[in-house]
């Protein structure tokens, strides 16, 4: 078995724990294998071990792999594609043109963009509006005051689908304190789901605290370190 394969298997197995630990159902948390910094070869390795869907964060790396992994198929599905990085809104074009999600809305005319930029004879984009959970000035994200009105707003663009939140809260090594900014999360997708919208995903959770996102209701987690291992950013300007 591959290295990647491997790993894929732990993070699997991590994720089956705390599913069934939080009295979840089987299958309820799908894993999003983060391959930003990683070539087309290690998509390839995941690929072959059954693995589907892949997060991005910067958008040539990601149309590059799109393109050289374009023949990669899982039980004859095309790969499925994640924007996750910070979007400026001269890049939305190609995120629209070549992405299937993008987990990091985080303001509306990011979002109207993206609908505008949607080609025709493509489903509509899956968005997640991403929540500034942790308060600081620094992050991405809307604040959670100002998350059902933009919630809202999103949900009327025609070429989109919003799907739910994405959340990435300030990194916490104490795993008995993970959890509380990830509830709040929840509690804000109840929220918006109590006012009608038909919501399905919470997008949270990475290598360091994935169980924490998990025992709080996350369905869909973003794991790339304890797959591909270790990034290295120093070839990148
Ligand atoms: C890089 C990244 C991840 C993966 O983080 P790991 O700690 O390597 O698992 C998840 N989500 C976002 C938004 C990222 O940028």
């Known amino acids: 078995m591959s290295t990647?394969?491997?790993h894929l298997d732990d993070v699997l197995s991590r994720i089956s724990r705390a599913t069934a630990d939080a009295g979840r159902p089987a299958g309820s948390v799908r894993l999003l294998a983060v391959s930003k910094t990683f070539g087309a070869d290690a998509v390839r390795e995941a690929v072959a071990a059954g693995q589907r869907a892949f997060g991005e964060n910067y958008v040539q790396e990601a149309l590059d792999k799109i393109a050289a992994t374009d023949d990669a198929r899982v039980?004859?599905?095309p790969l499925e594609w994640h924007f996750i990085g910070p979007l400026q809104s001269n890049k939305t074009r190609p995120v629209a043109e070549h992405f299937d999600w993008v987990h990091s809305v985080d303001r509306l005319k990011?979002?109207?963009r993206l609908s505008?930029?949607?080609p025709a004879d493509l489903p509509p984009l899956q968005v997640c509006l991403q929540?500034?959970?942790?308060?600081?000035?620094s992050k991405s994200g809307v604040t959670p005051d100002e998350v059902p009105a933009v919630a809202r707003a999103i949900a009327a663009l025609p070429n989109l689908t919003l799907r739910g939140l994405m959340a990435i809260p300030e990194p916490e090594d104490d795993p008995s304190r993970q959890r509380e900014p990830f509830k709040a999360v929840h509690e804000l997708f109840d929220t918006l789901r109590a006012e009608g919208l038909a919501l399905d995903t919470l997008s949270m959770g990475m290598s360091g605290d994935l169980e924490a996102a998990v025992a709080e209701g996350a369905t869909m987690v973003r794991i790339g370190t304890?797959?591909?291992?270790a990034r290295d950013y120093g070839s990148r300007a």
């Open 75 to 77: 039980e004859g599905e």
């Open 131 to 137: 929540v500034n959970i942790s308060g600081e000035a």
């Open 116 to 118: 505008a930029q949607r």
């Open 110 to 112: 990011i979002a109207e």
């Open 4 to 6: 990647i394969a491997a």
């Open 226 to 229: 304890a797959i591909f291992g």
